[in-house]
């Protein structure tokens, strides 16, 4: 079960990751030598990101990453690793720390 959850999960980041560098290539040029130019906003824009502390972002940029845990969530339900009560989540309970871990 813990392995046919890793592969989905492992899949799952392939996709997040093939989807990031999709978007990044519409950021900048490609080269003739095979190189790829970043443009400086979006360099100074992802440093900026990176420096962040995620309670720190924009909601905007939040809402971002918001989306990715969903994606993270459904999978996990579609394999019932969330389905004891304990482990229910709901829109409010995301993130809270309840249980003192």
Sequence with gaps: MLEDI???????????????????????KFNGDGSFTIESQSVTHWLRQVKTDYKDLTEKEKDSDRKEADNTLVLLRSVDFLK?????????AVGSDSDGG
């Design 6 to 28: 890793r592969e989905k999960l492992a899949d799952q980041e392939h996709a997040r990751w093939s989807r990031w560098m999709n978007y990044l290539f519409t950021k900048g």
């Design 84 to 92: 004891e009560k304990a482990l229910q989540v709901d829109a409010g």
